[in-house]
C-alpha cells in the first residue's frame, strides 16, 4: 500500500497537498526523465540523420515542419482532452508507443514519404505530453508548490535530455546513425512503467485542470474564445510564437552546417551542443522556479528572450568548434528559464478559469506554427544564400520578441498582477494572492 505523507516544503520544492506520497512524486521525476529520452531521438539529431542520406536543406526543413505541422493540429484538442479526461496517465502512454512507432518509421525506411508520415505521427503524439505531465503535476501539488515543483520537472527532464544526447551521441558514432532511434524505442518502456509509481487517486482533477478544488462537477470552463478576450494572454501567446521562431531552425541549421563532410563524428559535436545546452537547463531550472515567486515572471522571461539574438548574432562569429559548444550555454539558460516560467504564466492567466491545459495548447498550437515555419523559412533562406545570413534573420526575429515582451507585457504572478492590466470579459476570475 502507498504510504501517503503530510504536506512538506523543502529545498527540492516538493511541496505537496495532504495525502499525496512520496511515490508518485517520485513517480513525476522519473516521468520527466525518461520522456525527455524518448522526444529527443526525433529532434536536433533528426536532421544530421536526413543529411546523411543526401537529404538537402530545405528538404529536411520540409520534414521538420511536416512533423510541426501535425503537432500544431492537434496541440489545442490535446489540452482540451486533458482538461476534460481523468485518464492522464493513460494519455501519456498511448502517446509515448505512438512516439516510438514513428521513430522505427523513419529508422526502417529514411524515404520521403515514410519520413513524412513517422513525423506525422511523432508530431501528432507529443502534443499530449507538455499538458499531461503540467497537469498531473499541478494535480498532485497544488497551485501553492507549483512554481517550484515546474522547475523541479524542467530538472529532471534536462537531466533526461543530457543522458539520451550522450547515449544518441556515442550510439551514431559507434554503431550507426539509424540505431538512435533503437534507443528512443528502448527508453519508452520505462518512460511507461514510470507512470506505474503514480496514484491516479492522488490527482486532485479540479485543480489540474485550472479550477477551483471542490468545485461543481458541472461547473462550465471557460470557453477558448473568452480566453482569446484576454490581452495579457494573447500578449504571452505572439511572444512565444516569435521566440520560438526565432530558436527552432537554429540548433538543426547548425548542425546541418558543421555536418557537411565530417561523417559520423558531427553526432557528437550534435550531442555536445545537446548536452551543454540540457546541463545547463538542468542548474537552472529549479532556481528559475523558486526565483519566478520572488522576483515575478516577467524579468526572467526578458532575460530568457534576451539571449536569443545574442546567440544567433554569435553563431555567424566562428566557425570553431568550441567555441560553438560554448555558445549553447546561452540556450540552456534561455530554454531553462522559458520552459519553467512559460507554464507558470499560462497558470496565472487562466486560474479559476477551467481552461489551463485548453490554454496551454492554444499556446502551442500558435508556438508549433511560429517552429515549423522557422525551420522550412531558414531552411530556404540558407538553402538560396547561407548560413550567415539565415541566423542573423533568427536573430532579428528574436529582438523583436524581446521589445514586444517588454513594452506590452504586464507581470502575472500574485499580488504583482493587477485587474486592469487583464482585460477578460465575462470571466471575472482574477486572483491576487497565490
Not at 548536452?275 to 531550472?285: D, K, M, Y
Not at 554569435?314 to 519553467?340: E, K, M, N, P, S
Request: net charge positive; with cysteine.
Amino acid at each position: 500500500m502507498t504510504q501517503a505523507v503530510q504536506p512538506h516544503s523543502d529545498e527540492s520544492g516538493e511541496s505537496g497537498k495532504p495525502g499525496v506520497s512520496q511515490r508518485s512524486l517520485r513517480g513525476v521525476d522519473l516521468l520527466n526523465f525518461f520522456l525527455a529520452d524518448v522526444q529527443t531521438g526525433v529532434g536536433p539529431f533528426l536532421a544530421i540523420y536526413l543529411a546523411a542520406f543526401k537529404w538537402n536543406e530545405q528538404s529536411v526543413g520540409l520534414a521538420l515542419t511536416i512533423g510541426g505541422i501535425s503537432g500544431i493540429i492537434t496541440q489545442t484538442p490535446a489540452g482540451g482532452l486533458v482538461d476534460r479526461t481523468t485518464y492522464k496517465r493513460g494519455l501519456i502512454a498511448i502517446g509515448t508507443a505512438l512516439l516510438a512507432l514513428g521513430a522505427a518509421i523513419i529508422a526502417l525506411f529514411p524515404k520521403f514519404w515514410p519520413v513524412m508520415i513517422g513525423q506525422v505521427l511523432i508530431g501528432g503524439v507529443s502534443s499530449i505530453f507538455l499538458p499531461a505531465v503540467a497537469a498531473i503535476t499541478l494535480g498532485l501539488v497544488g497551485r501553492k508548490a507549483f512554481d517550484r515543483r515546474q522547475g523541479r520537472n524542467q530538472s529532471w527532464n534536462s537531466a533526461g535530455n543530457v543522458f539520451a544526447a550522450v547515449s544518441m551521441g556515442l550510439i551514431g558514432y559507434f554503431i550507426a546513425d539509424r540505431a538512435i532511434f533503437a534507443f528512443v524505442i528502448a527508453m519508452a518502456i520505462p518512460t511507461i512503467l514510470s507512470l506505474k509509481l503514480i496514484n491516479p487517486d492522488e490527482i486532485d482533477h479540479d485543480v489540474a485542470r485550472g479550477g477551483k478544488p471542490g468545485e461543481e462537477k458541472d461547473a462550465k470552463p471557460a470557453r477558448l474564445r473568452e480566453l482569446l478576450r484576454d490581452r495579457p494572454l494573447v500578449i504571452l501567446l505572439i511572444c512565444c510564437v516569435l521566440f520560438h521562431f526565432a530558436n527552432a531552425a537554429m540548433l538543426p541549421l547548425l548542425g546541418e552546417m558543421l555536418s557537411k563532410g565530417k561523417g559520423r563524428s558531427s553526432m557528437i559535436f550534435m550531442s555536445a551542443c545537446v548536452v551543454t545546452t540540457q546541463f545547463i537547463i538542468t542548474l537552472i531550472a529549479s532556481p528559475s522556479g523558486r526565483l519566478a515567486s520572488s522576483w515575478g515572471r516577467k524579468p526572467l522571461m526578458l532575460i530568457a528572450f534576451g539571449v536569443l539574438p545574442i546567440r544567433g548574432l554569435l553563431y555567424t562569429l566562428t566557425h570553431r568548434t568550441v567555441l560553438l559548444v560554448g555558445i549553447q550555454i546561452l540556450d540552456g539558460v534561455g530554454a531553462g528559464i522559458f520552459g519553467v516560467v512559460s507554464v507558470l504564466m499560462i497558470a496565472d492567466l487562466t486560474r479559476g478559469t477551467g481552461r489551463f491545459n485548453l490554454a496551454q495548447g492554444a499556446i502551442a498550437t500558435a508556438v508549433g506554427i511560429g517552429a515549423s515555419l522557422s525551420q522550412f523559412i531558414a531552411g530556404t533562406i540558407v538553402h538560396h544564400s547561407n548560413y550567415r545570413v539565415g541566423f542573423i534573420f533568427l536573430a532579428g526575429v528574436a529582438g523583436l520578441a524581446v521589445a514586444i515582451l517588454w513594452m506590452f507585457m504586464p507581470e502575472t504572478s500574485g499580488d504583482r498582477i493587477k485587474p486592469s492590466q487583464s482585460k477578460r470579459i465575462g470571466l471575472n476570475v482574477v486572483e491576487t494572492t497565490v
